[in-house]
């Protein structure tokens, strides 16, 4: 059963709180068949939905059986769930768009809702197609059905928890890696008749997206990486100093703009007593539940008050109201409009997340290659901590492991078009990573918006440029002058709005 208490190992997630509200931007286009039909998918007409997103949208949907071990091809067969969005032209590009979204865990034909809007212009000319990734969405997701995890608190208690998990997961967790998606979206490629595609993959998916170029190269035609976690990086040790930067870079803007510096003088200092008030006992919290509007008790913990700065940094329409929360929670004590934003980020990051498949994930390709010691140096002085390594170590002793390929964490070297997208204040997958892979994509073109948060292709005129790097397939006089005009939105003086 999925609650609104939060395990923190899930805010390796990319996920905004506020794409739910902008998803309602979203048009529906005209269906038309497939640019590329094979006898291998049957697709039949529906409508694509997402837990707590009010827009529908028409798709065509189809089921690909694929073997759960690709070693073992006549052995348990697994079916993987996929929409294609058909392109809006009589005449269509003949290759789509393949959209790989975050995670690990989130569903393609759920989390596009979301962000549909932004390749609208995309979609006139070329299919959208949607796989949801193997433990996720209804591709035999890995979620563990019936039980409530831990509290945030509890990580002691996590053994348990996944023993059972395990035991009742109708699934090997070993072979849910992003090598074998990978192999598994190939799978639909062909079935579905696309002899090249354009890759979109957004933080997790960038992972995913650069997997599947490095394996497939010659069936990509160009990509969009939007949040690049990079390759040759596990994650998990850079959360908590990522997440501090962007703080930090949040609560500078905020003292550099008059109007937040008078209305909130001497933010980074508030901050740090906040940090020592809550860093005890959880305090008790009365407050209007923003879900159901009753009336309820809460108590809120300093690993609460962290999980819900961080998942606050992710988008600058949350960002806004940062350090008017903070202030009221100094200045009045009263930590009720922060719990209630924690019980909104945190209740929709669980609504859109199938947990056991991020654990196959973070266990196989991520915890092995840790240095613990490094990692503790790095939460060293973050508000955030080392509660996310502590996660992972009490997770991966007990979730098995899956084989990855040797080279699997070597830097992707491709001379195939690549666009790499960030947000300035980016607390996951900041700019700097977006450099560092592009370090072996000599054909690549890294583009920053100023003092946004992670995910940002919706943002501005980037659906516009994004739309022009589809459509010619290359970097090469792509006009970016517009990326410059994108700002963040203004800070909230009070919980009536920005100054006018």
């Known amino acids: 059963m999925k609650t609104n208490q939060q395990h923190p190992l899930r805010l390796l997630i990319p996920v905004f709180a506020l794409l739910v509200i902008l998803s309602a931007c979203s048009s529906t286009p005209a269906q038309t068949e497939p640019a590329a039909q094979a006898a291998a998918i049957a697709l039949q007409d529906c409508q694509l939905s997402a837990p707590g997103i009010a827009t529908r949208m028409p798709a065509r949907c189809g089921k690909l059986s694929v073997p759960e071990n690709p070693q073992d091809p006549t052995g348990r067969q697994i079916v993987l769930n996929l929409a294609?969005?058909?392109?809006?032209?009589?005449?269509?590009?003949?290759?789509?768009?393949?959209?790989?979204?975050?995670?690990?865990?989130?569903?393609?034909?759920?989390?596009?809702?979301?962000l549909s809007f932004a390749f609208d212009r995309i979609n006139q000319k070329r299919d959208i197609v949607l796989v949801d990734q193997r433990g996720t969405g209804s591709s035999n997701p890995l979620e563990c059905a019936g039980l409530d995890e831990p509290e945030a608190d509890s990580a002691s208690d996590m053994g348990p928890f996944l023993k059972t998990c395990l035991e009742k997961l109708d699934a090997d967790p070993?072979?849910?890696?992003?090598?074998?998606?990978?192999?598994?979206?190939?799978?639909?490629?062909?079935?579905?008749?696309?002899?090249?595609?354009?890759l979109y993959g957004v933080s997790y998916g960038t992972r995913a997206a650069l997997t599947y170029i490095r394996m497939y190269p010659e069936r990509v035609r160009a990509a969009i990486l939007d949040g690049v976690v990079p390759q040759d990086e596990p994650l998990g040790p850079d959360v908590a100093p990522d997440a501090q930067r962007a703080l930090d870079k949040i609560v500078a803007r905020c003292q550099e703009n008059a109007d937040c510096r008078a209305a909130f003088p001497d933010l980074a200092n508030k901050f740090q007593s906040l940090q020592a008030d809550i860093s005890g006992e959880s305090i008790n919290v009365k407050l209007v539940d923003p879900v159901s509007g009753k009336q309820v008790d809460q108590s809120f913990d300093k690993q609460q008050f962290a999980t819900a700065v961080r998942l606050l940094s992710y988008a600058q329409e949350t960002v806004a109201l940062m350090p008017l929360l903070f202030d009221t929670a100094y200045e009045r004590g009263d930590y009720g409009p922060?719990?209630?934003q924690y019980r909104i980020v945190a209740g929709q990051l669980n609504d859109s997340i199938s947990n056991a498949m991020g654990y196959s994930v973070l266990c196989s390709e991520d915890y092995p290659f840790i240095d613990l010691q490094t990692?503790?140096?790095?939460?060293?002085?973050?508000?955030?901590?080392?509660?996310?390594?502590?996660?992972l170590q009490e997770i991966c002793s007990i979730w098995p492991a899956g084989e990855i390929p040797e080279n699997f964490h070597d830097p992707v070297q491709a001379d195939l078009p690549v666009l790499l997208l960030s947000g300035e204040d980016d607390p996951v997958t900041p700019p700097e990573n977006a450099e560092h892979t592009a370090e072996t994509l000599p054909n690549s073109l890294s583009l920053v918006a100023a003092g946004q948060g992670h995910n940002v292709i919706f943002r501005g005129c980037l659906p516009n440029v994004s739309y022009d790097f589809v459509e010619t397939g290359s970097v090469a006089g792509l006009d970016t002058s517009c990326v410059q005009a994108i700002t963040p939105a203004p800070f909230f003086t009070n919980?009536?709005?920005p100054q006018p």
Request: charged residues 15%.
């Open 338 to 340: 922060m719990a209630a």
């Open 84 to 114: 294609v969005i058909t392109a809006v032209s009589r005449s269509p590009a003949p290759d789509p768009l393949f959209f790989l979204t975050g995670g690990p865990g989130q569903a393609a034909t759920e989390s596009y809702l979301q």
């Open 495 to 497: 919980f009536n709005g």
């Open 174 to 198: 070993r072979f849910y890696t992003t090598s074998i998606a990978m192999q598994d979206l190939d799978r639909v490629r062909e079935a579905l008749g696309y002899q090249q595609v354009n």
């Open 375 to 391: 990692a503790d140096q790095l939460a060293q002085g973050t508000y955030y901590g080392d509660q996310e390594i502590q996660l």
